[in-house]
């Protein structure tokens, strides 16, 4: 007897819908793409219209002869791959190598019995707009990719590679190495006074000096700070103004792909390619155990959508108002973003009952992680604004005027469950001193009750110099938010893009934060110079925009693939012809190579630098570049040396290794713990914090050992596109 067949792309999606559905449903699973364009040619005849030339993708020859035989015995066959313009292709191509006359095509937007079995009662044809708008995108990233890698190999070095999307992530992060090579930093001073009332209890607070004889006044050299200081000497301290106003911050939106990889990296510091990992595992599918047995957690995960379905937003209030009350309901319909697709809900539980709690027994610690952070927002998003009570006061001290701001949470609202992160920041024009020295405090001071006329009491008039600082490198969270808000890449793609920029060694990381190659900033420049819509934001953007037109039904794919190739193929001809051939010399070292004798360099690669044998590729002799921390090794006394793992994270460990195995996370400092004489650490934290602790008992007092300019030092797919 014929069965109905279902055709997914990954095993653990088949397995979770296997265990839910009746079971006269039969699952298989594609394990991704079965097809694609061949790895040693174009395969794209450029003549006529563009046509792809499809082969099915090595060693899935076993996966396709389970599906052909699948099919032999299916009363209908269901193809549920991934509900966007990938998933579409893939649909399309099994369509096609499986030689299926009544495909029916279903999406799920989430993995649970009843959006499946609603799904099969309604399925549709293969969406071949969106088709074409993937085909689409994954000839012109061919055309660019095996177009430009051959001129890059003749020209620079062999092994590069140049992708339509990821050039232009590159020049993002060297455009901003640049802007932060040409910063030149500017000083200016905050002047500080420490003030109380004079009444019991005691509250002192801080205020700061914002203007002189009524207007703005900025200290920007240590002669004008010591003329404040000695002016405000003896000055009597008075309340000139105090105003109060309420105000309201409204619930975020729940997330979308790009947002959520932004909050991982924040708050949970995961990376985007393990946060898209964990969330794939969280929407496939969780064994609950029990009668729930195996369910998907989340709704899909690539989308760029806030939008949210009637039934998730009742449930959301239900469970608000029997949680916290129906003050707390906010129910607001949050805007989608102009250009957003919108083809899927935001990223969201599939059920709001399923609690952080109700499933830590069943998830490892960062699914736990992740899957508290979604039902949070999205919980949040449907809660009402947080309302505050802000306190503005003017003190007046002889010619000078100085402000303190407070303010007290009236009605928390949202921020009852969930608070957003915060980019470390740091802006290049920071020069208002009075702003620069109030933003750390700015909502968070505890004010007394203030009246007009008070007179003040002074404990302390504080002056500090600061300078202007550059702005900062990007990190994967800031460079996937450059990359939404110019419009580059879609939320399939994101994750993709800053895997590819590490892999093909033009950038690497630094605490965190992306810093360019030598060899990314000499490709990036070649590229501006005779490719320049490859790396322009516009053009780039532009594309992006046409692509979304195609899988409207609103552009002809061919068409674009016409406009697009006729200038480049123009380009890449005088390129060839002009382009001289770029010498990237290795930086020399003073050590001998042990086994060659040759001179031993420094190489740039895929997680940043490292010494190599100048007689490469006869020689192939490595070795890491160690910084000496200036600590000694716990273990066996030797130098803890700073060192980077394989894929490019910091860490500590002693000199002596292998012999030795100490290995820490954490920088280790030269001063033992004064309580034990244990090894001391100091651990990172946001906003250039640095915290000190003993790595034998935390609550020893070490705090004497902290760095004294703690603050300076600490800085702290699926898709097979060649991006």
């Known amino acids: 007897m014929k069965k109905p067949l279902i055709i997914v792309e990954s095993p653990t999606k088949a397995r979770t819908i296997k265990k839910f559905l009746p079971p006269r449903y039969v699952v298989k699973a594609s394990v991704g793409h079965v097809r694609d364009l061949p790895k040693s040619t174009l395969g794209v005849d450029v003549e006529h219209d563009f046509t792809p030339r499809y082969l099915t993708i090595k060693g899935k020859g076993d996966v396709i002869k389970e599906l052909k035989s699948a099919v032999k015995g299916a009363s209908d066959v269901f193809l549920a791959t991934d509900p966007d313009r ?12 499986l030689k299926l006359d009544d495909p029916k095509r279903i999406e ?24 074409n708008a993937q085909q689409a995108r994954r000839i012109l990233d061919r055309l660019v990719g095996y177009k430009i890698s051959p001129l890059l190999w003749a020209k620079v070095r062999g092994g590069l590679s140049a992708g339509r999307v990821q050039s232009v992530a590159v020049r993002l992060i060297v455009d901003r190495e640049r802007e932060i090579g040409a910063f030149v930093p500017r000083e200016y001073w905050s002047l500080t006074a420490s003030l109380a ?13 914002v203007a ?6 900025e200290i920007t050299k240590k002669s004008e700070a010591d003329e404040a200081l000695a002016a405000l000497e003896g000055a009597a301290f008075c309340v000139a103004g105090v105003k109060h106003r309420e105000v309201r911050r409204n619930a975020p939106a729940p997330f979308t792909t790009s947002t959520l990889q932004q909050e991982a990296s924040r708050k949970l510091r995961l990376r985007v390619r393990r946060t898209m990992q964990i969330a794939q595992g969280l929407y496939e ?5 029990g009668s729930e047995g195996t369910q998907g957690l989340i709704t899909y995960m690539r989308t760029d959508s806030t939008r949210i379905s009637d039934s998730a937003r009742d449930a959301a209030r239900e469970y608000i108002v029997g949680a916290y009350g129906e003050a707390f309901h906010g129910g607001r319909a949050h805007k989608v973003r102009e250009g957003a697709q919108d083809a899927h809900e935001a990223i969201r539980p599939t059920s709001v009952l399923r609690t952080p709690e109700s499933v830590a027994h069943v998830l490892k610690r960062d699914e736990l992680r992740l899957y508290t952070l979604i039902w949070e927002r999205f919980v949040a998003s449907q809660m009402a604004a ?12 002889g010619d000078y005027t ?12 949202f921020t009852r469950v969930y608070e957003e992160g915060r980019d470390e920041e740091v802006a290049a024009d920071k020069t208002d001193a009075g702003a620069a020295a109030g933003a750390k405090s700015k909502g968070r001071v505890r004010l007394p009750e203030l009246h007009e006329g008070d007179g003040l009491d002074v404990s302390k008039l504080d002056a500090k110099q600061h300078f202007t600082e550059p702005p900062p490198r990007f990190t994967e969270a800031t460079l996937v938010k450059a990359l939404e808000e110019n419009g580059i890449g879609r939320p399939s793609t994101y994750s993709t893009i800053v895997d590819t920029v590490q892999a093909r060694g033009y950038v690497t990381q630094e605490d965190r934060r992306f810093k360019p190659t030598e060899i990314g900033i000499a490709v990036n420049d070649l590229l501006a110079e005779h490719f320049k819509d490859i790396v322009d934001l516009k053009f780039t953007a532009e594309m992006e925009g046409a692509l979304d037109k195609v899988a409207e039904g609103n552009q002809d794919w061919v068409a674009i693939l016409r406009d697009f190739y006729g200038p480049f ?17 290795d930086e020399p070292t003073d050590e001998i190579c042990p086994n060659c004798s040759r001179p031993m360099v420094i190489k740039t690669g895929r997680f940043g630098k490292f010494i190599s044998c100048s007689g490469y590729p006869e020689c192939k002799t490595t070795k890491p570049i160690v910084k000496d921390t200036g600590a000694k090794c716990p273990k066996d006394g030797g130098m803890v040396v700073e060192r980077r793992s394989k894929k490019g994270r910091t860490f500590y460990g002693c000199a002596n290794y292998p012999k030795c195995d100490f290995v820490s996370w954490d920088r280790v400092i030269p001063e033992p713990c004064p309580v034990c004489g244990s090894h001391v650490v100091a651990k990172n934290r946001r906003g250039g914090v640095v915290l000190v602790e003993c790595a034998t008992d935390k609550e020893h007092d070490v705090s004497s050992l902290a760095p004294k300019n703690a603050g300076d030092e600490a800085h702290d797919g699926r898709e097979l596109a060649e991006v």
């Open 197 to 209: 009332t004079g009444r019991e209890p005691a509250i002192v607070f801080p205020a700061e000096l």
């Open 402 to 413: 100085f402000r303190a701001t407070g303010s007290v949470v009236k009605f928390q609202g």
């Open 108 to 131: 799920l937007h989430e993995i649970t019995k009843d959006a499946a079995l609603a799904a099969i009662k309604e399925p549709h044809r293969i969406d071949m707009d969106r088709v």
């Open 569 to 585: 193929a123009i380009e890449l001809e005088e390129a060839e012809k002009k382009l001289p051939r770029l010498e990237i010399k």
């Open 285 to 289: 599918g969780v064994d609950l155990g």
């Open 86 to 97: 990938e998933g579409e292709a893939i649909a399309w191509h099994l369509a096609e190598l």
């Open 386 to 397: 947080a309302v505050f009570d802000q306190t503005a006061v003017d003190i007046a001290a």
């Open 212 to 217: 002189r004889r009524g207007e703005k006044f």
